[in-house]
């Protein structure tokens, strides 16, 4: 695999980028900018090397068309902040504002396109048209590095396509998430723990299944636990429950009892009558994770549980976090996921936050990124590489070296 130095002398050629630019935003202001601030170092690199740096990136799930509430013009002015200098937006991705844009750039100068997804050519099913989206961005540029890692599990247009068609190399960001995830997977220091959470059994199925055969240790916490707890006997109350998965789950907890894998769900749970909302206060209570009442739902674990969690953590030499352990954006049910969060701050060995929620809640809770061996970009992503699942944006990379 390629990085930026395969590409050879970078001074006026035209550098296609796919970063991960996806950002929350309230209206047009950016709420968290942990992506922008990770893509910058590749940008940079590509700029002081004379590059005229052309980055493209989607934001949201528009359907295929353009939709000003998921424009990337707030993404350029922050890149624009962060980077230091101006920063050229084109209106279009890759109609006459791109070309004008890109044409108007000099060596060093960086410009962002308008979000990709705005065009159906970027997420359609057919080859045919996700080529043919291709061949117009790859008519923009001389090279294209891929560097959005949040996205490389994704056959799309300017993640899968372009790379066939451009010289390409790998960006940094890509290159330093595939690494620590190969830690992960390939002769991991050990005690190596796992910890899941946030929503659904379903999402994680697979990453399950495949570290159920690695792991020394699987915390469960967060809206997955009460399918695992339904697996077990227990009543749940309102809680989130996946019914067409109990059978899993009880499978999986059979398995790791007959494979000496310590699997640890929670003992006491956070309940609330009513799921959190701005027009009524919080009202939690504990309860024992085997007495959840008929008429609450459990929205945290609870502190006896986040102390045994952290136990279970003080002594691991590799830790993989993905998914928050309650609804952490309430201070009421935010305390599991900080118990996780601080724990993992002092590991001694390899930590790893695995992307998407669990990297928003190490930010929202106001923990210093520094403390974690590593924060992914791309949660998604990083559970198909732990599943042992090939990502197209990387395959395509590596038969293209």
């Known amino acids: 695999m390629s990085g930026l130095e395969s590409l050879g002398d970078l001074r006026g050629k035209r550098v296609l980028v796919r970063s991960d630019l996806n950002v929350p935003l309230a209206g047009t202001t950016i709420t968290d900018d942990g992506r922008i601030r990770a893509s910058v170092p590749t940008i940079r690199a590509l700029a002081d090397a004379g590059a005229r740096v052309i980055v493209t990136a989607h ?183 996946e019914a067409d998965q109990i059978e899993t789950c009880r499978g999986y907890l059979e398995r790791a009892a007959a494979t000496g894998v310590e699997l640890l769900l929670p003992t006491d749970i956070v309940v609330d ?46 830790v993989f976090w993905n998914g928050p352990m309650g609804v952490f954006e309430t201070p009421a049910f935010a305390d599991g996921t900080r118990a996780i969060a601080q724990a993992l701050t002092a590991v001694p060995g390899l930590s790893v936050v695995g992307g998407g929620d669990s990297a928003a809640a190490v930010r929202t809770l106001g923990f210093d990124e520094t403390a974690f061996g590593h924060i992914s970009t791309g949660g998604g992503a990083s559970l198909e590489f732990l599943e042992g699942k090939e990502l197209p944006g990387i395959g395509v990379l590596e038969q293209s070296a």
Request: charged content about 20%; proline content about 6%; overall charge negative.
């Open 59 to 241: 934001l949201g799930r528009p359907k295929g068309a353009p939709d000003p509430a998921y424009s990337l013009a707030p993404v350029a002015a922050r890149l624009g902040e962060l980077l230091g200098q101006p920063v050229a937006f084109a209106t279009d991705t890759v109609g006459e504002s791109a070309e004008a844009t890109v044409a108007a750039l000099t060596d060093g100068q960086v410009a962002v396109l308008e979000n990709v997804r705005f065009n159906e050519g970027e997420t359609s099913k057919d080859d045919a048209v996700r080529g043919a989206f291709a061949d117009q961005l790859a008519a923009l540029a001389d090279a294209f590095v891929s560097d959005g890692f949040g996205v490389v599990h994704r056959k799309q247009a300017s993640v899968y396509d372009v790379a066939q068609r451009l010289p390409s190399a790998m960006g940094g960001l890509v290159a330093k998430e595939v690494d620590v995830l190969r830690r992960l997977t390939v002769d991991p220091a050990r005690p190596y723990v796992v910890v899941l959470g946030g929503s659904k059994v379903s999402d994680k199925l697979g990453v399950i299944d495949n570290l159920l055969g690695k792991a020394d240790r699987l915390l469960i916490g967060g809206g997955m636990v009460f399918t695992f707890l339904a697996a077990q006997g227990h009543e749940v109350g309102k809680s989130l429950l």
């Open 273 to 318: 009558t009513e799921f959190p909302s701005a027009d009524r206060d919080p009202q939690p209570e504990v309860v024992p994770a085997s007495a959840i009442p008929a008429d609450s739902l459990g929205l945290d674990i609870g502190p006896a549980s986040a102390a045994a969690f952290a136990a279970a953590l003080a002594d691991a030499q590799t």
